[in-house]
């Protein structure tokens, strides 16, 4: 039993490794095709829209991020 165990203990921890070195995702500031509104947002808000700046480290699109 002990054999199959130290396998699975080894895959869960490298899993779990991968996990503490994700970063959240950048936000973007996208422009309205119709009035030049502009939005913060992680993903595309959809065809009526283009990306005009980022990315931002925060959801109101003020800190710039490092990442590029």
Do not use: F, I
């Amino acid at each position: 039993m002990n054999y199959l165990l130290r396998p699975l203990a080894a895959a869960l921890l490298v899993l779990c490794a991968g996990q503490l070195a994700a970063e959240p995702a950048p936000w973007y500031q996208w422009r309205s095709k119709m009035d030049g509104r502009l939005a913060c947002s992680q993903t595309a808000l959809g065809p009526g829209w283009d990306k005009a700046s980022g990315p931002y480290q925060d959801s109101h699109c003020q800190y710039r991020s490092k990442r590029q």
